[in-house]
């Protein structure tokens, strides 16, 4: 790939549109890939297409799909062959980035869709309206059109036995994988590593007592998502589909995550390496990391049940821990227990029943339900005060 300059700018030669473009992560990665497929592929240069505004197809769309590669019909039409979703190097590729470029598929009707980020490439054929993974080969352009691919399976997620959870492999792989902290203490890690698996494979029951009601389960998948100080969470999820208070529906999304120790960072400073018991929430494409608990520092382990005790004391960034704590007992008073909220009692040195944890998770869904009401009441207000200095003004 060629980079040029324009004064202090670095420009980039896209050779599907002939024109320099601005330097950006992204488009490095996008022209890298364009490379890809004309040199290792053997796609035809001018059946690329880069940015492609897909309001040329649907007059509504405000979408741009990263790369098209085109193929022409018996009769000269011409017809989308693959559709492709670029990220930048740094950005993991998630469910979110398999989701983008499926809606975007939506229009343009491809064969097949990919997703990239210059380090991995995966590609997959639709098939009956279903997204079929293929191995990770280079498929050349021939290939493709005849349709001579190979495919392969999800790697599902599963519920293993408490001997496998607490395996010394499999939780220095959890450790590795940025799933434990680095400085969580070792002596949790077994029971990190349990609740991990709970939420994430297990099934649960709902009991209905909650005010916030679990409609439906999404299962697993692998999303990102990011913190107020610029931190982000990419790995596996539980998502869930849930009717809050008003009768709203959102996707809440359950995770635990690890962080590295840091020390004299210039952004972050020191930090300890805890692991988060992450809750965020997906509504109409725009995410919020709407809890992040910090298991090292809200479990209690409890001598006599022997088992640990999860609690939070309501911290929530623009309010105080007194605030939240007060919006609980009004709609969830069932969650307080010696004026902190109670998520629940799992067992120490054990598997955790499907009884046990589906409490927990029916618990922590309400606790989440109420900090969303929370966020969106300050937002309304927000709102209304901007309206009011607005009208103000416009009278003076």
């Given at each position: ?5 324009s ?13 320099l ?9 996008r ?33 741009r799909a990263d ?10 039409d ?19 980035t ?5 809606s ?7 064969k097949?869709?990919g997703?990239s980020?210059g380090?991995?490439m ?6 009956n309206?279903?997204?079929v993974?293929?191995t ?5 352009y ?9 495919y ?17 492999r ?6 590795q ?15 990190i ?8 494979c297990?099934?649960?029951n ?9 409609v439906?389960?999404?299962?697993n ?15 596996y ?6 009717k ?18 840091i ?6 400073g020191?930090r ?19 809890l992040?608990?910090?298991i ?11 088992s640990?005790e999860?609690?939070h ?8 821990n ?9 709609f ?10 109670f ?14 944890g589906?409490?927990f998770?029916?618990r922590?869904?309400?606790?989440a ?17 901007l ?7 416009r009278?003076?």
């Amino acid at each position: 790939m060629k980079v040029f300059k324009s004064g202090r700018k670095k420009l980039i030669y896209d050779p599907c549109r002939q024109i320099l473009l601005q330097y950006t992560p992204e488009e490095e990665v996008r022209q890298n890939i364009i490379q890809v497929l004309i040199e290792e592929m053997e796609i035809p240069r001018d059946t690329i297409s880069t940015e492609f505004p897909l309001n040329h197809i649907d007059s509504t769309s405000k979408q741009r799909a990263d790369i098209v590669v085109w193929h022409k019909d018996r009769d000269g039409d011409e017809h989308a062959l693959l559709v492709l979703e670029i990220k930048a190097n740094h950005i993991e590729l998630t469910n979110h980035t398999l989701e983008q470029v499926i809606s975007y598929n939506e229009i343009l009707k491809a064969k097949y869709i990919g997703i990239s980020n210059g380090i991995q490439m995966q590609l997959y054929e639709i098939t009956n309206g279903n997204v079929v993974p293929l191995t990770n080969e280079l498929y050349t352009y021939s290939e493709l059109l005849k349709g001579k691919v190979e495919y392969t399976r999800f790697r599902e997620l599963r519920r293993l036995p408490y001997e496998l959870t607490t395996y010394d492999r499999y939780m220095r792989f959890l450790l590795q994988e940025g799933y434990i902290g680095e400085g969580t203490p070792m002596d949790i890690h077994p029971f990190i590593s349990e609740l991990q698996n709970f939420i994430l494979c297990s099934e649960f029951n709902t009991s209905g007592k909650y005010r916030t009601k679990i409609v439906e389960d999404l299962s697993n998948g692998k999303f990102s998502f990011g913190n107020a100080s610029g931190g982000s969470f990419p790995g596996y999820y539980r998502s869930l589909i849930v009717k809050d208070f008003g009768g709203k529906h959102s996707v809440y999304r359950i995770g635990i995550f690890g962080t590295p120790v840091i020390v004299n960072d210039p952004v972050y400073g020191n930090r300890n390496g805890n692991t988060y018991l992450m809750v965020a929430v997906d509504n109409s494409g725009l995410s919020t990391n709407i809890l992040q608990l910090n298991i090292d520092q809200f479990i209690s382990f409890s001598e006599e049940q022997k088992s640990y005790e999860i609690f939070h004391n309501g911290r929530r960034n623009g309010f105080t821990n007194l605030q939240v704590i007060e919006k609980v007992k009004q709609f969830s008073p069932e969650l307080i227990v010696d004026e902190k909220i109670f998520l629940g009692s799992l067992p120490a040195q054990g598997s955790i029943s499907i009884k046990d944890g589906s409490d927990f998770i029916e618990r922590l869904v309400e606790y989440a339900s109420v900090r969303v009401n929370l966020a969106e009441k300050k937002k309304k207000k927000k709102k209304r005060v901007l309206n009011s200095k607005g009208k103000q003004r416009r009278e003076v």
